[in-house]
């Protein structure tokens, strides 16, 4: 069987707060539920959460690459675009 491993660029939205927090994954499910459950200290002040988009890459260096370029200057005005 082939291995079908992900990695995922993830864009979170403050419900409280106007933050968006730009992270990068293997476990997208597990991620999110760290950040909302205030697991994860760079976020914490910032939970709950909202998912409000992802994307998913074969190579890592590809989706490091993007969440590099989300955390940019043109990237969040990108994002705030989407």
Same mark, same amino acid.
């Given at each position: 069987?082939?291995?079908?491993?992900?990695?995922?660029?993830?864009?979170?939205q403050?419900?409280?707060?106007?933050f968006?927090?730009? &992270?990068?994954?293997?476990?997208?499910?597990?991620?999110?539920?760290?950040?909302?459950?205030?697991?994860?200290?760079?976020?914490?002040?910032?939970?709950?959460?909202?998912?409000?988009?992802?994307?998913?890459?074969?190579?890592?260096?590809?989706?490091?690459?993007?969440?590099?370029?989300?955390?940019?200057?043109? &990237?969040?005005?990108t994002?705030?675009?989407?």
């Amino acid at each position: 069987l082939i291995n079908m491993n992900f990695f995922y660029v993830y864009v979170l939205q403050s419900k409280k707060k106007n933050f968006i927090y730009v &992270g990068f994954t293997t476990n997208l499910k597990r991620r999110f539920l760290e950040h909302n459950n205030s697991e994860e200290l760079s976020t914490k002040a910032y939970a709950p959460f909202d998912l409000i988009f992802y994307e998913a890459y074969r190579n890592e260096k590809d989706a490091k690459r993007r969440e590099d370029y989300f955390k940019t200057t043109k &990237g969040t005005v990108t994002l705030k675009q989407m």
